[in-house]
């Protein structure tokens, strides 16, 4: 039974170090595309912050351009934060959740490997008891026979075809 606790717990580290690979693989993609599509939608001016003049010759865009640049690049870096504490918070619950399903998966899978082993230890030990029986009376018999000083060939024959029997 222990061993069986042992190599459940082993198929349980596999499922799970493949579980957690493929959680890990798929959320790198994620963080990749999606700092990738926060790249394109934040970081590019707003075509409406282009360079004008206003009567008098002074630049007010270029300030608020400026100012605007700053909240973009504040945004970015939240929103970046937040989707990678997204993901961590998600593959920590993928780890702990898989743990779990892994180890019952893994105990459901050798529950009929161990049944067969307890059930061909049983019928190791109970034919080994029932050969020792029928040896023992044949070797008992054996004994008696030969400690006989007047066994005869024809009486030693005779023992010989009943152990065969």
Known sequence: MIQFHARSTKLA????A???TISLLFSVSVYELSVHELER???RPPQILQERTFGGGTNFTIDFRDQFRLQQEAAYNEARDRILVRLVIVNILIL???????YYLAVRTLRPIEEAHEAQSRFSADASHELRTPIAAMRTENEVALMNPKLTLKEAKEQLASNIE
């Open 41 to 43: 939608s934040l970081r």
């Open 13 to 16: 580290g596999l499922y799970l």
């Open 18 to 20: 493949i579980l957690m």
């Open 96 to 102: 702990i959740g898989g743990g779990a399903l892994s």
